[in-house]
């Protein structure tokens, strides 16, 4: 596995209010630390001939408009405009609700989360300085008790926005259908910009997580009992915080500057007691994923954690 960064809601200016060639989106990516984007252009199809030679992964992908909120059609062909669930789902797309309170007319989402594959808790500064606004934490109260994957994602329209935040994910390779199969899998996580790392381990019993790049920030342990510890940060912003987890079934990191503005928000690992639910936890993590039919279908998705040994995830 590899870690890979990128922004998968990204327009050209092909987009109303949107002025980025592909060129200068290129260069703002690499500036940004990004290894792949997602071009989302508003109910246009993507052109790869825009695209060649951009040393990037380019995601062929379209935002869909409707009077209902926006959302994302990740991974279609290109060439191919869609405008329902349905007809993305055809082409293999991955459906992500685009940020669902924000605060203008269409813009708020008000149809069924679980129609959708995952949702973008944490959208950019489009309309703001404010790398994360209001809208942005009536996004996580509601991400917080489904069991969606979380997207973070600039929304870039215009110069110097790109990246900020951008998705961490790990996948086998950098290939669009690896990076998709895991957002879809939960197994990633937002940073506020390429400055931020976190690195996430979940044992049976543990929470420790070595962040960096949240200078005087504060971190916070959040599970489905809600927050269960909160450490600050040095002035250096680098510092190793470790709780313990106790009975519970999901865990989760946020990291906050000192102004309450996010730097880095972790998915849902979940961590299952096993068969033994009276004996000691033993069983390693996962990551909540949703198949897309059933909002009551959430699922475990182990990975290499047993009674053998404590699992890792680079968050
Ligand atoms: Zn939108
Ligand atoms: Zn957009």
Request: hydrophobic fraction near 40%; proline fraction near 7%.
């Amino acid at each position: 596995m590899a870690i890979y960064r990128g922004d998968c809601h990204v327009h050209t200016h092909r987009s109303h209010g949107a002025d980025l060639t592909p060129e200068r989106i290129v260069a703002e990516a690499h500036a940004a630390g990004l290894d792949f984007i997602a071009v989302t252009d508003h109910q246009a199809a993507f052109e790869p001939s825009s695209w060649t030679d951009s040393g990037l992964l380019i995601i062929p992908g379209q935002e869909v408009l409707t009077p209902d909120g926006h959302w994302l059609a990740l991974g279609l062909p290109p060439g191919v405009v869609v405008d329902s669930v349905a007809a993305a789902r055809r082409f293999g797309a991955l459906c992500v609700v685009a940020h669902p309170h924000a605060p203008y007319p269409g813009g708020t989402f008000r149809g069924r989360l679980g129609d959708f594959d995952a949702i973008e808790v944490w959208n950019g500064r489009w309309h703001s300085d404010l790398p994360w606004q209001a809208d942005n934490e009536s996004a996580l109260a509601t991400w917080a008790g489904g069991h969606l994957p979380a997207l973070g994602n600039s929304d870039a329209h215009l110069a110097g926005q790109l990246g900020s935040p951008q998705l961490v994910v790990e996948a086998p390779t950098l290939t669009a259908p690896a990076v998709l199969a895991a957002i879809r899998a939960g197994h990633s996580w937002i940073a506020g910009s390429r400055a931020v790392q976190v690195d996430v381990t979940v044992t049976a019993d543990r929470m420790t997580a070595r962040i960096s790049g949240a200078p005087a920030g504060t971190a916070v342990v959040h599970t489905e009992h809600g927050p269960i510890h909160r450490e600050r940060l040095p002035e250096n912003g680098s510092k190793t915080v470790s709780c313990a987890l106790g009975t519970v079934a999901t865990v989760r990191l946020e990291v906050r500057h000192p102004d309450g503005r996010m730097a880095a928000l972790t998915n849902h690992p979940v961590v299952t007691s096993g068969p033994e639910r009276a004996g000691k936890w033993h069983a390693g993590w996962g990551l909540a994923c949703y198949d897309g039919d059933s909002a009551s279908s959430s699922s475990v998705n182990r990975a290499s954690g047993t009674a053998a040994g404590p699992a890792r995830i680079r968050q």
